[in-house]
């Protein structure tokens, strides 16, 4: 059956799944919660969390706020259906997983949620696809209410240059696709337009939260992001000689090297991620 999202990997392949689920876990510890800028405010009662992978953002929101109501809309049935499983196994009432294509029509009303939140859309939204998309979800927010997105330039910074040389193949592969803002595929070139993309699709008073997670060797998170890795490079092996940017005997060689770098014990690995935040202004022309 034909795809119907833009999402530059499988999200029903096993080897993406578990990525997008260990990457969860990654992220929220690394960037210290889910709400790591500062508890919300007392009147969000109903938030969406639009890619929502494995459910790991919204069940974590639903435990810290048993009052708010959390649904979790994703694309990906075998991902919703393990959401909905890890849901039932904590007993928790307050969540709802839905199925559904942000770029087709969103089955909510004007103004039903509080708050929307997208974390890590940049290999799931061509640039074209983004202004439209959050036009999309300022007609579901409330007046008043929050736009959160969390998104990055680089999968991290490393010492190492067999990481760096395929990362760089990571960026090159996406920009090409037409994923990401950077001019020259360098990196994903995210961060720098996030406030401007907010603006265009009209919302206001925009807050910019920077995040470093640590993973160099020895620290809790290193293993993680090893593994994370290793399963982007196997998803990006076959785009990138697509793409004619490497070889296959170069690309085996970046891998093996990668392997020995990152269990060095001088092995250093930074990922900087940053959130917008933006408000839906009380009276919009365009709602
Ligand atoms: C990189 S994962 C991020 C998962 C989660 N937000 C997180 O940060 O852990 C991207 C998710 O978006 C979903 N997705 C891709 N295209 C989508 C679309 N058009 N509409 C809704 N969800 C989509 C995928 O199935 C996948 O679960």
Same mark, same amino acid.
């Given at each position: ?136 979800? =300022?007609?579901? !927010?409330?007046?008043? +209410? ?8 680089? /999968? %991290?910074? @490393?010492?190492? #240059? ?8 990571? =960026?090159?592969? !996406?920009?090409?696709? +037409? ?8 990196? /994903? %070139?995210? @961060?720098?337009? #996030? ?93």
């Amino acid at each position: 059956m034909a795809r119907e999202d833009t999402y530059a990997a499988d999200p029903e392949d096993a080897l993406e799944m578990t990525r997008i689920m260990e990457q969860d876990q990654l992220v929220t510890k690394g960037m210290g919660g889910t709400f790591p800028e500062g508890d919300i405010p007392d009147d969000i009662q109903h938030i969406l969390d639009v890619g929502c992978g494995s459910g790991g953002w919204v069940l974590d929101v639903a435990y810290r706020y048993p009052e708010c109501e959390v649904v979790g809309l994703d694309v990906s049935e075998p991902l919703l259906a393990y959401a909905r499983a890890r849901a039932n196994v904590q007993q928790r009432q307050n969540v709802c997983f839905v199925h559904g294509n942000v770029l087709s029509d969103l089955n909510f009303a004007e103004g039903e949620f509080d708050l929307v939140n997208i974390r890590f859309a940049t290999a799931f939204l061509f640039r074209d696809a983004w202004v439209p998309v959050l036009k999309k979800l =300022y007609h579901i !927010l409330r007046p008043g +209410g929050i736009i959160r997105v969390t998104e990055i330039d680089t /999968m %991290g910074l @490393t010492n190492s #240059l067999a990481v760096e040389t395929l990362l760089s193949y990571v =960026y090159q592969t !996406l920009g090409k696709m +037409g994923y990401g803002f950077s001019p020259n595929f360098h990196s /994903m %070139g995210m @961060t720098p337009v #996030l406030k401007g993309l907010f603006t265009a699709a009209g919302f206001e008073q925009v807050k910019l939260f920077p995040w470093a997670i640590d993973f160099s060797c020895g620290t809790e998170l290193h293993q993680k992001q090893y593994e994370n890795y290793i399963a982007t490079f196997d998803t990006l092996q076959p785009l990138a000689l697509k793409a004619g940017l490497t070889t296959e005997e170069e690309f085996q060689d970046l891998l093996n090297q990668m392997h020995v770098d990152m269990v060095q014990e001088n092995f250093q690995g930074v990922w900087h991620i940053l959130t917008a935040r933006g408000i839906k202004p009380q009276s919009s022309p365009s709602s």
